[in-house]
C-alpha cells in the first residue's frame, strides 16, 4: 500500500467509541511489548489480515507462526508507542490511523536484566527510535469488544544501526519479557 486513504476533516464516529479505539490500540501495542502472544492473537478476528513489511499474514493460524518466526526480533528491550490516532468511521466498525514508534531503549541482552524500577546507563546511545511505521486498524467490534479486522503496516523507517545482532526467534528465546501468572 503507497498512501493511506485521505483523512476527512471531522469524524462522526462517538467520542466513546472513538477513545475505546484508540484504548484497544494502545493495549494491543502493550501486549506485543509484553509478549502476551495469546491475547496478541485473539486481538485479530479470526478471518484478519495484515499487510506487513514481512509479507501477508491471514487468519490466526498464520498470525500465531508469524509471531513465533518472524516477530521476535522486535521485542526484547524495544516499546512501543502509538501517536497521534485519528479514528473514523468504517463499514460496521472504525479504522484508526496513528505513527507507530519502536523505541530501543535497551540490547536484548540488556532488557533481559533490566529490573523493575531499576535504571541503567547505557553505553549505546539508547534510548532511541529504532523503526516508524504509519498504521491503519480496520477494527471491528464483538461481543468480546474490538478486534482488528485489518492491518497495514505503511512504509517504514528503520535505524539500522539500532538491528539487534541476533534475530533467530531460538536464540532470542532468553530475552524474552515472561509473563507473570496472576
Known amino acids: ?69 518472524d516477530y521476535p526480533y522486535l521485542i526484547p528491550g524495544v516499546s512501543r508507542h502509538a501517536t497521534n490516532h485519528i479514528v473514523d468511521a468504517d463499514e460496521d466498525g472504525v479504522v484508526v490511523r496513528y505513527q507507530n514508534l519502536l523505541v530501543r531503549y535497551a540490547t536484548p541482552e540488556s532488557a533481559a536484566i533490566l529490573g523493575d524500577g531499576q535504571a541503567i546507563d547505557s553505553p549505546d546511545d539508547l534510548p532511541a527510535i529504532w523503526l516508524y511505521s504509519p498504521m491503519m486498524d480496520r477494527l471491528r467490534r464483538t461481543e468480546h469488544g474490538w478486534k482488528v479486522f485489518e492491518r497495514f503496516i505503511g512504509g517504514s523507517a528503520i535505524n539500522t544501526r539500532l538491528n539487534p545482532p541476533i534475530t533467530d526467534p531460538a536464540q532470542l528465546a532468553k530475552y524474552m519479557p515472561q509473563l507473570k501468572q496472576a
Open 1 to 69: 500500500m503507497k498512501a493511506f486513504p485521505r483523512v476527512p476533516s471531522k469524524s462522526a464516529v462517538d467520542p466513546a467509541e472513538r477513545i475505546s479505539a484508540i484504548d484497544f490500540v494502545n493495549r494491543l501495542n502493550w501486549w506485543f511489548e509484553t509478549w502476551d502472544v495469546e491475547a496478541m492473537v485473539d486481538a485479530f478476528l479470526p478471518d484478519a489480515v495484515a499487510y506487513h513489511f514481512h509479507g501477508t499474514i491471514r487468519g490466526h493460524d498464520e498470525i500465531r507462526q508469524f509471531f513465533k518466526k
